[in-house]
């Protein structure tokens, strides 16, 4: 099973990662399309993930007030449980870190409660109390 991840940096890339999370978030999870898509997009780093040359999963982060954020980690259903979030968790984290910009800012993420034992093989742990966005339960996560 080959599996890749890319920072994506064309136009079609970008397209098949926002194709993922409309499939992902707005379908499947039923997310508000104008919520999903917002004014960071130009913005973020984005990354791609391929199984056997096939896109099925993308995530994102950029610079905020509050430090690093990764978010937008979407895996097609029928590529879950195969390695996908675990490398672009890796892959996102590997890119911010030899960001110089990065250096001494707080790393953090909203997660799906469903997530939460993903993000916490890296290192994150649970800030504060459970709250709804987008009507999905999550914690906000930061890298201890």
């Given at each position: 099973?080959?599996?890749?991840?890319?920072?994506?940096?064309?136009?079609?890339?970008q397209?098949?990662?926002?194709?993922?999370?409309?499939?992902?978030?707005v379908?499947?999870?039923k997310?508000?399309?104008?919520v999903?898509?917002?004014?960071?997009?130009?913005?973020?780093t984005?990354?791609?993930a391929?199984?056997?040359?096939?896109?099925?999963?993308?995530?994102r982060?950029?610079?905020?007030?509050?430090?690093?954020?990764?978010?937008?980690?979407a895996?097609?259903?029928?590529?879950?449980?195969?390695?996908?979030?675990?490398?672009?968790v890796?892959a996102?984290?590997a890119d911010v870190?030899?960001?110089?910009k990065?250096?001494?800012?707080?790393?953090?993420?909203?997660?799906?409660?469903?997530?939460?034992?993903?993000?916490?093989?890296?290192?994150?742990?649970?800030?504060?109390?459970?709250?709804e966005?987008?009507?999905?339960k999550?914690f906000?996560?930061?890298?201890?």
């Open positions: 099973m080959r599996l890749t991840v890319e920072k994506i940096a064309n136009k079609k890339s397209e098949e990662a926002l194709k993922i999370r409309e499939l992902v978030f379908i499947e999870q997310v508000d399309p104008t999903e898509y917002d004014e960071f997009e130009e913005e973020s984005h990354f791609l391929k199984l056997e040359g096939s896109p099925v999963g993308t995530a982060w950029r610079f905020t007030k509050n430090g690093i954020k990764m978010e937008r980690f895996v097609l259903k029928e590529a879950r449980g195969k390695g996908v979030g675990q490398a672009l890796a996102v984290l870190n030899a960001n110089p990065s250096e001494g800012k707080i790393k953090y993420l909203h997660s799906q409660l469903s997530a939460i034992p993903l993000y916490a093989k890296f290192g994150f742990e649970k800030v504060g109390e459970m709250f966005e987008c009507n999905i999550h906000k996560m930061e890298l201890a």
